[in-house]
């Protein structure tokens, strides 16, 4: 059994900084890409940043300059350290991981439970 546990999340002031950790744990073989998603009060969920097995990083245009997504492999844990932060951030931050819970088995996404921030003005 696989679990993905989101933590760092709270209440902070505007201009203020998290940040976000995400652990995965159980019967894992290798993980490929992790990364980080929010949904915002009566918004779609979307994506914040994501860290591929190759190095590459992906960001949202509005969190570039602001966000910075890392990762320890060794630890299966993905990282979001968030800066400069806005009320517009103000969501369920999510956390996923590509992963393989075997040699032969192909790449299942999952999902952490969420963890909230909630940003003041």
């Known amino acids: 059994q696989v679990q993905l546990v989101e933590s760092g999340g709270g209440l902070v002031q505007a201009g203020g900084s998290l940040r976000l950790s995400c652990v995965a744990s159980g019967s894992i073989f290798s993980i490929n890409a992790m990364g980080w998603y929010r949904q915002g009060p009566g918004k779609q969920r979307e994506l914040v940043a994501v860290?591929?097995?190759?190095?590459?990083?992906n960001y949202a245009d509005s969190v570039k300059g602001r966000f910075t997504i890392s990762r320890d492999n060794a630890k299966n844990t993905v990282y979001l350290q968030m800066n400069s932060l806005k009320p517009e951030d103000t969501a369920v931050y999510y956390c996923n991981a590509d992963l393989k819970i075997s040699y032969s088995g192909g790449y299942i996404r999952y999902w952490g439970q969420g963890t909230q921030v909630t940003v003041s003005s």
């Open positions: 860290f591929a097995s190759g190095g590459s990083t």
